[in-house]
RNA sequence: GCGGAGGGCUGGAUGGCCGCGGGCGGGCAACCGUUCGAGGAAAGUCCGGACUCCACAAGGCCACGGUGCCGGGUAACACCCGGGCGGAGCAAUCCGACGGAAAGCGCCACAGAAAUGAAACCGCCGUGCCCCUCGGGGCGCGGUAAGGGUGAAACGGUGGGGUAAGAGCCCACCGCGCGACGGGUAACCGGAGCGGCACGGCAAGCCCCACCGGGAGCAAUGCCAAAUAGGGAUGUCGCGGGGGCAACCCCGGGGUUUGGCUUUUGCCCCAGACAUCCGGGUUGGCAGCUUGAGGCGCGCGGGCAACCACGCGUCCAGAGGAAUGGUCAUCCAGAGGGGGCAACCCCUUGGACAAAAUCCGGCUUACAGGCCCUCCGCGCAU
């Protein structure tokens, strides 16, 4: 875990954008998927000739499933505040990830470890 | 003090760190500063509107749907207020699909002799014949709705007169129907008098009556841009195209009907090119978008009230995969445990329902805990 900065020469800059467009979320549906407790992470490489606002682009979705209108806000703020701490540090430039909520754990799992787990997914993800 | 009825309010607080959306100001921009940022139900989407687009002369009729005691309030309502009637409760108060059953159709199970302008099963009474152990019994004819029995409901109830036994047959009171007249805006209420007394229930079965009602919805609708496919209308060009019709001409055949080819002209159809206009779909952006039958606060006036009028002040979310938060600490309610005679202290746990999506007025449903007001009954004291 020494070389944790990445060698490349554009770092991760630390803003990133949120996705709005339904096509970009069926598209990063398709692409790789992470189960974990408290959530699940799809991302997906990005063509370089796609658009694009900031070199990272994150979705959030919490259905029907994770429960009424209350449930389903809380469950997305908190999945953007995880999203907040740890993408600038190990998001990748040219990605696009998307946040699924899961009903109560989404709500009720420790927040550190929500984070931890969100870090240790997105290393995974690019080793 | 105990039990109960009605109504209103509230819906954790403070701070640290890190954030989000809109407006305004500055800046080329990145960004910086500043300010505002969920609910009483924002919910269900059940009613009523505003606002858009579509349709439509007024009006009438038919169909369908809705409303349904009366009066008032309101932009409107199925809402609200006041009143009437019926029901529940000792009461405060609560509940009510609460127009019409002499316009018509339909239904009223089971039981019962009979279920609507109904009905003699037992019984009671009179009488003819027969039997008789002289108590009565049997068969028939007739009278009778007082009694028994069935039912949700049986031609009103009690008492008296009357009678062969009975019966509103007659009488008194009660009930019921009609009702002069009076009160009330009305629903409705009171009621002299009259009538011996029936006009059973269901309209949440159809129906009748009165009143109201076009359809679709902000994913409405309008504008802009891009790219794709290429629909419709009109006009022009070109006559070099294809086809059809008519006239004329030529040829062949012929008794006649008639057949074929070609040129030109006219007209029509199809295809072609160009121009203009109109229309549909997709994607993105902007508008609609929050100042409105507005809300809130204060004052004053009218009204029993709902509510209304006036004056002053203030503006209070506007996103669009959707902001209004994440996390930590302390405190405040609540719950559990421990210590202490007690005041209290410590530890753990822990915060209802539910989040704007064009905007208003209602209804309905959900809701931990806390606070306040008014009223009723009982008990105690005086």
């Given at each position: 875990m020494v070389p944790d900065t990445?060698p490349?020469?554009?770092?991760?800059?630390?803003?990133?954008?949120?996705?709005?467009?339904?096509?970009?979320?069926?598209?990063?549906?398709?692409?790789?998927?992470?189960?974990?407790?408290?959530?699940?992470?799809?991302?997906?490489?990005?063509?370089?000739?796609?658009?694009?606002?900031?070199?990272?682009?994150?979705?959030?979705?919490?259905?029907?499933?994770?429960?009424?209108?209350?449930?389903?806000?809380?469950?997305?703020?908190?999945?953007?505040?995880?999203?907040?701490?740890?993408?600038?540090?190990?998001?990748?430039?040219?990605?696009?990830?998307?946040?699924?909520?899961?009903?109560?754990?989404?709500?009720?799992?420790?927040?550190?470890?929500?984070?931890?787990?969100?870090?240790?997914?997105?290393?995974?993800?690019?080793?």
């Amino acid at each position: 875990m020494v070389p944790d900065t990445p060698p490349l020469g554009e770092s991760p800059t630390g803003a990133f954008s949120v996705l709005r467009k339904r096509a970009d979320f069926l598209r990063a549906a398709r692409a790789q998927r992470v189960p974990l407790p408290a959530f699940l992470l799809q991302a997906r490489l990005r063509d370089p000739s796609e658009p694009s606002e900031t070199a990272v682009r994150v979705g959030f979705t919490c259905s029907k499933k994770v429960g009424n209108a209350v449930a389903r806000n809380r469950a997305k703020r908190r999945l953007r505040e995880i999203a907040r701490a740890v993408l600038p540090v190990d998001g990748r430039p040219g990605w696009d990830y998307v946040l699924i909520g899961r009903a109560d754990a989404t709500a009720d799992h420790p927040f550190e470890a929500m984070k931890a787990d969100l870090a240790r997914a997105l290393r995974k993800l690019h080793k």
